[in-house]
T-cell receptor, first 110, second 112 residues
Framework: QKEVEQDPGPLSVPEGAIVSLNCTYS??????FMWYRQYSRKGPELLMY????GNKEDGRFTAQVDKSSKYISLFIRDSQPSDSATYLC??????????FGKGTRLSVIA | DAGVTQSPTHLIKTRGQHVTLRCSPI?????VSWYQQVLGQGPQFIFQ???????GRGNFPDRFSARQFPNYSSELNVNALLLGDSALYLC???????????FGQGTRLTVV
């Protein structure tokens, strides 16, 4: 079992839809959770950072962490074609290296 | 403020050659990590440095080495290149007490 599981998609949605992206993990020591957006052939861009369980909202993006279920989510409201990218979840136990999911490729169709 | 900068952006090398990749962290960040990302996969951890000391190493062969300089910039060296080393190499920096990592644009290495 991989430490972090993420459905690679691809996921295709119409413009304006609500997008739900998810990751599960097995290491209960993880406390820091991040979502990155990566455009083709570019470096990952940090979108959301969450510590421990709970929700965090930033504009059209909401990150949720459920440590009891070892499950994290990223919601994108009012999705736009410019949101088309690969979304990577990442997590760590502190100053330890990040462990990434495979990434989910998202296409938002105008 | 400048983000994490990496050089070069693209590189083509022949099998058996050596390569050096460079990274400058965000100003004030003392921690630098290197990751390898092959097509269709998430980044895989290679090295972590903090205050010029190695703090962690991923499951990569000894052909991979790195160092951090007094100005906190870093180099990743790969010897005896293999075709399988073709990937996007990413550098990330973290601030003191910060847990989130900020990535550079990466160096795309192609080994032929």
């Amino acid at each position: 079992q991989k430490e972090v599981e993420q459905d690679p998609g691809p996921l295709s949605v119409p413009e304006g839809a609500i997008v739900s992206l998810n990751c599960t993990y097995s290491n209960s020591a993880f406390q820091y959770f991040m979502w990155y957006r990566q455009y083709s052939r570019k470096g990952p861009e940090l979108l959301m950072y969450t510590y421990s369980s709970g929700n965090k909202e930033d504009g059209r993006f909401t990150a949720q962490v459920d440590k009891s279920s070892k499950y994290i989510s990223l919601f994108i409201r009012d999705s736009q074609p410019s949101d088309s990218a690969t979304y990577l979840c990442a997590m760590s136990a502190g100053n330890t290296p990040l462990v990434f999911g495979k990434g989910t490729r998202l296409s938002v169709i105008a | 403020d400048a983000g994490v900068t990496q050089s070069p952006t693209h590189l083509i090398k022949t099998r058996g050659q050596h390569v050096t990749l460079r990274c400058s962290p965000i100003s004030g960040h003392k921690s630098v990590s290197w990751y390898q990302q092959v097509l269709g996969q998430g980044p895989q951890f290679i090295f972590q440095y903090y205050e010029k000391e190695e703090r962690g190493r991923g499951n990569f062969p000894d052909r991979f080495s790195a160092r951090q300089f007094p100005n906190y910039s870093s180099e990743l060296n790969v010897n005896a290149l293999l075709l399988g080393d073709s990937a996007l190499y990413l550098c990330a920096s973290r601030g003191s007490g910060g847990r989130e990592a900020f990535f550079g644009q990466g160096t795309r290495l192609t080994v032929v």
